[in-house]
């Protein structure tokens, strides 16, 4: 039987420096509820919303990890008592609300999905975030059926990457702004049907001539006046689904009645604060209808770097500069 740590290591926010580094300290291991395992962290997925938490503007929900981090891969260690105990010592990957940099930690057993196939541990902790977000966004929110089209912003990014490769896996057609012309042939290497460098003009314009009937979905983490401009490119009864705000949380004049011309929805959506229940719906319908997908190597997170742990103020740095396409992964040594 494994022994269960009452200590680990874990990222540490330095709250009392001015740009509040980064360091590895020494914190209580988490404890365990009936429906939750224990996983030793093997690797763990660098994301945007890690950055700002870093810089106080994305705190973990109510009664979760203030520690960073929001998915994991490892090995489970230990069970609660409401736990199935053939999950004990197998390798899984899955989504946390917090806690992630961290050499343990705790997950809820409906949000286990356990590694085989084409994965290892770095691509695992790669895949849980990304692949769901875009899921989410895409199917469970967004509709998007066989046949249908989408635009996603941000395309080159982990979101990004794969709903170009679950659009497609999905029989659709698929577009992407990107902020770089090595970006938009990565992109195209994934199977983007349209990719726009938006720094060369007007995206919107390009996109409504190649689409004239436009987009059913819009995924955009961007905001700002990238809305207004998602509306010129939006189908009728199409969704624009908002993930993020990385352009600024406020919105430009904007004409209602373009969207009451098309009927379209306006929809904020996050995943990290959903409750439990909400989580395993979502990652079930994921299951059934691509985890197959992502376990034989069809669907694949793109990852741009893999570092050890102590580099994590690199990785952080790495991510704000938009010069890399998916994914960072972190390792955790013994």
Known sequence: MTAIPSQMRA??????????????????????ADDEVLVKVRAFGVNRADLAQRAGHYPAPAGESSILGL??????????????????HRAVFGLVPGGGYAEYARLHVSHLMPMSGALTYESAAASAE???????????IGGLVQGGAALVHAGASGVGTAAIQLAKAAGCNIAVTVG???KVQACQAL????????????????????????????????AADYIGKDLQVLALDGRIVVLAMMGGRKVPELD??????????????????????????????????FGSMLRDGTLQAQIASVLPWQQIEQAHQLLASNAIVGKIVMTIND
Not at 14 to 30: F, M, N, Q, Y
Request: hydrophobic share 50%.
């Open 11 to 32: 990222v540490v926010v330095r709250d009392d420096t001015a740009d509040k580094s980064l360091e590895i300290g020494h914190v209580a291991a988490p404890t365990i």
């Open 71 to 88: 998915e994991v891969a490892g090995d489970v260690i230990a069970v609660g008592a409401g736990v199935d105990p053939l999950w004990l």
């Open 130 to 140: 990304v692949f769901l977000t875009a899921y989410q966004a895409l199917f469970h």
């Open 180 to 182: 770089s012309d090595d």
């Open 191 to 222: 199977g983007a049907d349209i990719a726009v460098n938006y720094k060369h003009g007007d995206w919107a314009g390009v996109l409504a001539a190649a689409q004239p009937t436009g987009f059913s979905v819009i995924v955009d983490p961007v």
């Open 256 to 289: 209602l009645a373009v969207m009451f011309k098309k009927r379209g929805q306006l929809i904020c959506s996050t995943l990290r604060n959903r409750h439990n229940a909400y989580k395993a719906e979502l990652l079930a319908g994921f299951e059934q209808r």
